[in-house]
Nanobody, 115 residues
């Protein structure tokens, strides 16, 4: 069984920064991809950023240039550095991973950006 535990969410003013962390219970070397999704009330869950085992990254257009995804395999952790936050970034952020064909989700962490 794989567990993903997010942390780092909170309340921040517009223009501020937060760093989310996703700690995995298994070596992140074994994950094909690790991603961050977000979902606001009434909205669909959307992909924010993804990173492959080789380090290739992709971003949603809405966060390009502001968010950075990274991984520290020594700590089995994936990060999402969020800068220049906007009110529209307010959402619950979920860590997601695929390992040996199976999908895993974290419990989510709330990010609220006040304007």
């Amino acid at each position: 069984q794989v567990q993903l535990v997010e942390s780092g969410g909170g309340l921040v003013q517009a223009g501020g920064s937060l760093r989310l962390s996703c700690a995995a219970s298994r070596s992140t070397f074994s994950f094909n991809t690790m991603d961050w999704y977000r979902q606001a009330p009434g909205n669909k869950r959307e992909l924010v950023a993804a990173i492959t085992s080789s380090g290739t990254t992709t971003y949603a257009d809405s966060v390009k240039g502001r968010f950075t995804i990274s991984r520290d395999d020594a700590k089995n952790t994936v990060y999402l550095q969020m800068n220049s936050l906007k009110s529209e970034d307010t959402s619950t952020y979920y860590c997601h991973a695929i390992r040996y064909g199976l999908t895993y989700w974290g419990q989510g962490t709330q990010v609220t950006v006040s304007s």
